[in-house]
T-cell receptor, first 113, second 116 residues
Framework: EAGVTQFPSHSVIEKGQTVTLRCDPI?????LYWYRRVMGKEIKFLLH????????ESGMPNNRFLAERTGGTYSTLKVQPAELEDSGVYFC???????????FGSGTRLTVV | AQKVTQAQTEISVVEKEDVTLDCVYE???????LFWYKQPPSGELVFLIR??????QNEISGRYSWNFQKSTSSFNFTITASQVVDSAVYFC?????????????FGTGTRLQVFP
């Protein structure tokens, strides 16, 4: 079984530019999550999709972040325009079971300069 | 408020030593779940264990064991006879019962380095 795939693995962009992160969950997993870890801090929840619907987006920091999940398959997280404080590692996870035993991807390390 | 505290930022041990990673949590709910994840150098977060708040039995899986104590709000993780491959960042996490969502509240992680 393929795991959760995220790309790119690394991205370096300038402040003000746009970046789109992609996550391919495990096939058949209805639940998809985005988390973020800013340097040295805890991993924080961003949002949760159930199929193509946003179940909870309470962790999205501001309206510069836009997440979509087309047809309940892969998901994208767009940051526009990027700011320096957006730098960090963005993790995607998926699960069939909704009680936390997620499978995480390897993350996308975003650096905004 | 929900919170997870991993007071140990970094631990270094020599191979074959036992090591315990501490996790203390705060929650208002009586129903919740606790987790441990491992982040090896490759970067992904690997699920290790899930424990619900009604099950205080300790769990052992090979060299790994977990001690859940509601009285002290702790969910500690012990690695027995540590190996170099155990070197990683370990995260403890909490989830309240999934009413509308099951987001995880993570601690800041403990970096474990096991030296040969």
């Amino acid at each position: 079984e393929a795991g959760v795939t995220q790309f790119p693995s690394h991205s370096v962009i300038e402040k003000g530019q746009t970046v789109t992160l992609r996550c391919d969950p495990i096939s058949g997993h209805d639940n998809l999550y985005w988390y973020r870890r800013v340097m040295g801090k805890e991993i924080k929840f961003l949002l949760h999709f159930v199929k193509e619907s946003k179940q909870d987006e309470s962790g999205m920091p501001n309206n510069r972040f836009l997440a979509e999940r087309t047809g309940g398959t892969y998901s994208t997280l767009k940051v526009q325009p990027a700011e320096l404080e957006d730098s960090g590692v963005y993790f995607c996870a998926s699960s069939q079971d909704r009680i936390g035993g997620y499978t995480f991807g390897s993350g996308t390390r975003l650096t905004v300069v | 408020a929900q919170k997870v505290t991993q007071a140990q930022t970094e631990i270094s041990v020599v191979e074959k030593e036992d090591v315990t990673l501490d996790c203390v949590y705060e929650t208002r709910d009586t129903t919740y779940y606790l987790f441990w994840y491992k982040q090896p150098p490759s970067g992904e977060l690997v699920f290790l264990i899930r424990r619900n708040s009604f099950d205080e039995q300790n769990e052992i899986s090979g060299r790994y064991s977990w001690n859940f104590q509601k009285s002290t709000s702790s969910f500690n993780f012990t690695i027995t006879a540590s190996q170099v491959v155990d070197s990683a960042v370990y995260f403890c996490a909490l989830s309240e019962a999934p009413y509308n969502t099951d987001k995880l509240i993570f601690g800041t992680g403990t970096r474990l380095q096991v030296f040969p």
